[in-house]
Nanobody, 125 residues
Framework: QVQLVESGGGLVQAGGSLRLSCAAS????????MGWFRQAPEKDREFVAT???????YYADSVKGRFTISRDNAKKTVYLQMNSLKPEDTAVYYC???????????????????WGQGTQVTVSS
């Protein structure tokens, strides 16, 4: 089994920055994509960003130009650098892993095998 632990959430003012981290542990796995989803109060969980095993990146239109996803395979960790934060970015952010990383639709929740418990990001105006 793979466990995912998110960290780095918190409270920031609009225009500020946060960096989220997600570390994977448990049994070793081969190829994998790592991504982020988020869920705001009273709203559906939505795709944020993903980085594939081949280092291709995918972003939701709402975060393009502001968020950057990266990974460190030695640490089995994915990062989400969030800049120019807006109140509408307020949500619980969830890390997700898809393994093996076969070609598919990275935007769909159903494509991911493992999920973290989430970390709260709150952006005040």
């Amino acid at each position: 089994q793979v466990q995912l632990v998110e960290s780095g959430g918190g409270l920031v003012q609009a225009g500020g920055s946060l960096r989220l981290s997600c570390a994977a542990s448990g049994r070793t796995f081969s190829s994998y994509a790592m991504g982020w989803f988020r869920q705001a109060p009273e709203k559906d969980r939505e795709f944020v960003a993903t980085i594939s095993w081949g280092y291709s990146t995918y972003y939701a239109d709402s975060v393009k130009g502001r968020f950057t996803i990266s990974r460190d395979n030695a640490k089995k960790t994915v990062y989400l650098q969030m800049n120019s934060l807006k109140p509408e970015d307020t949500a619980v952010y969830y890390c997700a892993v898809r393994s093996p990383d076969y070609s598919g639709n990275y935007y769909l929740q159903t494509e991911y095998n493992y999920w973290g418990q989430g970390t709260q990001v709150t952006v005040s105006s």
